[in-house]
């Protein structure tokens, strides 16, 4: 058996220190908590490298006595707590007595603090757990920590810390959320000199989400304020409109700490649930007022993750005082009149097939269309339409563009004849269900320049998706994806061929980032310039968008960017840079003509001219089809032409 040993002291302190201190953001948490349970009115947080090299945090609150400053680097010393019954009504921050001892155990340490009472301060340094000088000296009331090269004893743990730009954009993520934590506490944050954000600390939340969040999303805000007898909240309730891809933006807090619970989650989700397309998520920030013995904050070590007594019961009221609040506003968006009409200069570029005369013929057939009287959800047949030169449709396959295409369960090829008649049937309408199955190219080339005369294009079903006859199949495409496609290889190629052109933006788009997202286009802004994006800061945690690729013009050049950051945000994305450039180009087709929009028989007879040049033309970026086929003899068995 294998002899069993005592670790050192140090050893223990550098294993319990993993537990606490992970990255930067870790120690910045812990020293800024520690300042607001010491009664500070205003914090100061810097960082440089990331907090790798240096992370200073400063505040004007109580301090620490003289005899009481080493102390408070012991493991599980704490001045929050002192038995296990205090948990139940704690209202610190901070309890554990682990953070100091923790952060002294792997970095270089010094902290200089002052009483109120006392003449004269302190210095105390301490490096990797162990007394180095301690001496009194001239200093202000509160107290300021410097903690310097982080992870300098354990090289295998600072080896796995990301670059410093990531690492930093950790940090402020935190510090923003500290800021909207805290209204009543000023709280300035310096990264590498800069100063990114400066709250003046009035108790005006509404102040710090201008800060840090911009004009734009504070003009969108609904106050919202409710009180139960077992909690009360307030804060602000983003308007639909500025809903977004990932809940990073869903912030809360309870008793001023940042947390996260599923149940406060799904509730506010759930007020906002007829408001909101499927897979957005709401903005907003809530500040809750519970009962310390309601709220069990022991549950992490991070003290991140909390449990809410009578979940149930909370998961209720907050849900419907949610969709209350919703319900008592007018949303109907607003319109500015500058974005209906462009003033922007046009400039002359290759046009797109579906740029050609747009105007004109969406105007026709919108005419044609009403003329005719088309319920909603039902095709429009070219034989209604009308178009130049183009011939009646058999009454089989005008019938077949009429007829609703009900989606079922796939079959595999190999079950064809039974799959047939094995699908489900709607009983209602006496409908067979069968799903269409993936066009078999290898056998009949639709997409060929020989093809090309065989094909008629029917009409457009559900604003989406068009009805082609060719030889003895119907073929259905989905608009979207096939001009995504078209966008994809386009701009892959001429990042390739290092030809990609850029359409000037004037006057230019300005966002407003919070540090994460700064974070992110600091880290991608290299791939964000060979697309063809031309991006400036523009001060205050603003950027401005001055171009962006050709093939992208014409799009809500600032939603579809901020869809492409919270896509970065939520699915990093990593590889050799070509890796890179693709998944970018990827969510950058995503502007391409989406669903629900009318197009025209010739912008349809363009696109799939342009499907003709490419490499792959039957699957969208993100592996979708854009073509889907029914055979002739597929239909004629469900008119029981066939038995």
């Given at each position: 058996m294998p002899e069993i040993n005592l670790l050192s002291?140090?050893?223990?302190?550098?294993?319990?220190?993993?537990?606490?201190?992970?990255?930067?953001?870790?120690?910045?948490?812990?020293?800024?908590e520690n300042a607001i349970d010491a009664g500070a009115s205003a914090i100061t947080a810097e960082?440089?490298?990331?907090?790798i090299s240096l992370i200073r945090v400063t505040d004007n609150g109580c301090g620490i006595e003289k005899d009481q400053l080493k102390k408070a680097f012991l493991r599980h010393a704490t001045s929050k707590i002192t038995s296990i019954e205090d948990l139940n009504h704690t209202e610190s921050l901070g309890f554990r007595g682990e953070a100091l001892s923790s952060i002294a155990a792997v970095s270089q340490?010094?902290?200089?603090?002052?009483?109120?009472?006392?003449?004269?301060?302190?210095?105390?340094?301490i490096s990797g757990g162990q007394e180095e000088d301690l001496e009194e000296i001239g200093a202000p009331s509160g107290t300021t920590f410097l903690v310097r090269n982080l992870f300098f004893n354990t090289p295998v743990r600072k080896k796995f810390l990301k670059q410093p730009q990531t690492?930093?954009?950790?940090?402020?993520?935190?510090?923003?959320?500290?800021?909207?934590?805290?209204?009543?506490?000023?709280?300035?944050?310096?990264?590498?000199?800069?100063?990114?954000?400066?709250?003046?600390g009035n108790g005006?939340?509404?102040?710090?989400?201008?800060?840090?969040?911009?004009?734009?999303?504070?003009?969108?805000?609904?106050?919202?304020?409710?009180?139960?007898?077992?909690?009360?909240?307030?804060?602000?309730?983003?308007?639909?409109?500025?809903?977004?891809?990932?809940?990073?933006?869903?912030?809360?807090f309870v008793n001023g700490r940042y947390v996260k619970n599923d149940i406060i989650t799904r509730a506010v989700e759930e007020g906002y649930r007829a408001y909101l397309m499927q897979h957005k998520f709401p903005f907003f920030v809530l500040h809750f007022t519970m009962s310390p013995s309601s709220v069990d904050v022991n549950v992490h070590p991070a003290k991140m993750e909390i449990r809410i007594l009578q979940e149930n019961r909370f998961f209720d009221i907050l849900s419907l005082a949610v969709s209350k609040c919703m319900k008592e506003q007018e949303l109907i968006p607003s319109i500015k009149l500058m974005e209906e009409s462009d003033s922007r200069p046009v400039i002359k570029s290759t046009p797109e097939p579906f740029e050609v005369q747009r105007t004109s013929l969406l105007r026709e057939e919108s005419e044609a269309y009403a003329a005719?009287?088309?319920?909603?959800?039902?095709?429009?047949?070219?034989?209604?339409?009308?178009?130049?030169?183009?011939?009646?449709?058999?009454?089989?396959?005008q019938k077949m563009a009429f007829n609703r295409v009900i989606g079922g369960s796939c079959e595999d090829s190999a079950g064809e004849n039974e799959g047939i008649h094995a699908n489900v049937i709607k009983a209602d309408q006496h409908i067979l269900v069968e799903k269409p199955t993936q066009l078999n190219f290898f056998e009949e080339k639709f997409l060929s320049a020989n093809a090309r005369e065989e094909y008629r294009i029917l009409g457009q079903l559900f604003d989406t998706y068009w009805l082609i006859a060719f030889r003895d199949k119907l073929l259905i495409m989905d608009q979207h994806a096939a001009h995504e496609k078209v966008k994809y290889e386009r701009l892959l190629k001429e990042l390739r061929e290092k030809t990609i052109s850029s359409q000037m933006i004037n006057p230019p788009v300005?966002?407003?980032?919070?540090?994460?997202?700064?974070?992110?286009?600091?880290?991608?802004?290299?791939?964000?310039?060979?697309?063809?994006?031309?991006?400036?800061?523009?001060?205050?945690?603003?950027?401005?968008?001055?171009?962006?690729?050709?093939?992208?013009?014409?799009?809500?050049e600032k939603s579809f960017f901020m869809e492409i950051l919270d896509e970065l945000s939520e699915n990093p994305i990593k590889g050799n840079p070509e890796v890179i450039l693709q998944k970018l180009a990827s969510m950058a087709c995503k502007a391409a003509v989406k669903g629900n929009q009318l197009l025209s028989c010739q912008e349809v007879q363009a696109l799939i001219d342009e499907l003709l040049t490419l490499e792959n033309p039957y699957h969208c970026p993100h592996g979708r089809?854009?073509?889907?086929?029914?055979?002739?003899?597929?239909i004629e068995k469900k008119f029981k032409r066939i038995v």
């Open positions: 002291q140090s050893t223990i302190d550098k294993i319990a220190a993993g537990e606490v201190v992970e990255r930067p953001l870790n120690v910045v948490k812990e020293l800024t960082i440089k490298d990331g907090g340490v010094e902290v200089i603090t002052k009483t109120k009472q006392e003449l004269t301060g302190i210095r105390y340094a690492e930093g954009g950790y940090v402020s993520d935190m510090m923003e959320h500290l800021a909207l934590s805290h209204p009543d506490i000023s709280i300035k944050f310096i990264n590498n000199g800069q100063v990114r954000f400066h709250t003046s005006d939340l509404k102040e710090i989400i201008y800060r840090i969040y911009g004009r734009e999303t504070t003009d969108t805000l609904i106050p919202f304020s409710f009180q139960d007898k077992s909690f009360q909240v307030s804060g602000f309730l983003g308007k639909p409109q500025l809903n977004r891809s990932n809940r990073n933006f869903e912030t809360y005719h009287g088309k319920a909603d959800n039902q095709p429009v047949a070219a034989a209604d339409i009308e178009f130049p030169s183009e011939p009646k449709v058999a009454d089989f396959l300005v966002v407003s980032l919070t540090g994460k997202e700064e974070e992110l286009l600091v880290e991608f802004t290299e791939y964000f310039s060979a697309l063809g994006f031309e991006i400036e800061e523009f001060g205050g945690g603003s950027y401005a968008i001055r171009s962006i690729p050709s093939d992208l013009y014409g799009c809500n089809p854009t073509i889907i086929s029914m055979s002739k003899y597929e």
